[in-house]
């Protein structure tokens, strides 16, 4: 409770309800029904009682008509109520989104109370607003903790209640002047917005730890609630992460795959353009190919790539590679290339892996 959440919702609503009225005007007809004089109606955000009060001077006379617009409760909407550890997530790069979150629903009941002198005159204000709020009209407004140039868009449902009563005085002096009084209500379905938006990075490693019974125990004589007795003695850890890794090599020659193991020479079966295969994982995320090798023809193109986790690093940018599944990854590197000691080097955002891992990919010609 000690931070400070402030973005003006209920005021800009408020704003918005008024500006969507705030432009009626009525006539003055003579007795053949021709318009004589157009007069603005006066909109004021205040309780009727005080309108009534402010608007009488030191003559007594009133200036009708003016439509008195009131707050009278909030809500909080249930039917709009999501789960509270539900938050929004927008896009913001690949490496990380802005976390918006779940904002409460909240109903806003406000009051309109619409004083006339004449009852043609409240007609004429009835007749202007009733058909347009059948049953409701939308206000649109920007969601209030965007940054930048975010803008996301919130449409607002204002529900006329359907219901007007009308109150004429019964009981008046000579002195008094003859008012009319119109009352109905709205709900603004609008939001109340939560601490500034934050944003989230993608959890690129996950370490997960348990424990295991010692390894003389046989857990093949024991039930589920038994081994939940056992004391624990080895401690195991199970790493989840986003990087690239390398599990097999091999090279396509003649429609034949060919594993490549350490030191292997491929002498005779080099072609113009020799294709390799690669299987690992996270294949899905590449963002560049590299090549690391001892041909110095390679070194006046060396790119530098940034990663997240595992730095950065420097290599020949290749782009003859394709991306087959998120297992298997293709790349063709011709033969002036790869005249030399080659490790091909799969890049995304979080780090890399070499084929040196596995095997550098020696096609040297003796």
Do not use: C
């Amino acid at each position: 409770m000690k931070d400070y959440t402030y973005f003006f919702e209920i005021k800009n609503l408020l704003t918005q309800f008024v500006a969507a009225f705030d432009d009626v005007t009525i006539k003055r007809y003579n007795k053949n029904k021709e318009p004589e004089e157009v007069i603005d109606v006066r909109y004021v955000l205040a309780p009727k009682q005080r309108v009534i009060y402010d608007i009488v001077n030191k003559a007594q006379n009133l200036t009708l008509p003016v439509v008195a617009v009131n707050v009278t409760s909030i809500t909080r909407d249930n039917d709009r109520v999501f789960n509270k550890l539900n938050n929004l997530h927008s896009y913001v790069n690949e490496r990380e989104s802005r976390v918006m979150k779940m904002p409460v629903p909240i109903n806003i009941s406000v009051s309109m109370s619409i004083l006339a002198r004449y009852m043609e005159d409240m007609d004429q204000i009835l007749s202007n607003f009733i058909p347009y709020n059948n049953p409701y009209i939308i206000l649109s407004w920007k969601e209030p903790t965007s940054v930048g140039n975010e803008v996301f868009e919130i449409r607002s449902e204002v529900l006329w209640d359907g219901n007007i009563s009308i109150t004429a005085p019964t009981d008046t002096t000579y002195t008094d002047k003859f008012r009319i009084v119109a009352d109905t209500t709205f709900t603004i379905k609008g939001w109340l917005f939560k601490d500034k938006n934050e944003i989230a990075t993608p959890i690129y490693f996950i370490d997960s730890n348990f424990n295991l019974p010692s390894n003389n125990v046989d857990l093949n004589i024991y039930t589920e609630s038994d081994l939940d007795s056992l004391s624990a003695t080895t401690m195991e850890t199970v790493s989840l992460s986003a990087y690239p890794t390398i599990t097999n090599l091999w090279h396509n020659y003649q429609s034949t795959l060919r594993p490549v193991y350490t030191n292997l020479f491929l002498n005779g079966a080099l072609t113009a353009n020799n294709n390799f295969i690669i299987y690992g994982n996270n294949f899905n995320y590449t963002t560049a190919v590299a090549l690391s090798s001892n041909n110095k023809t390679l070194y006046n193109g060396l790119t530098t790539f940034s990663t997240v986790k595992m730095g950065p690093l420097s290599g020949f940018n290749f782009s003859s590679y394709e991306i087959l599944n998120d297992n298997v990854l293709s790349v063709s590197i011709p033969y002036t290339l790869s005249a030399g000691l080659v490790d091909v080097v799969i890049i995304n955002p979080v780090g890399y892996a070499s084929t040196a891992s596995i095997s550098g990919i020696d096609i040297r010609l003796n």
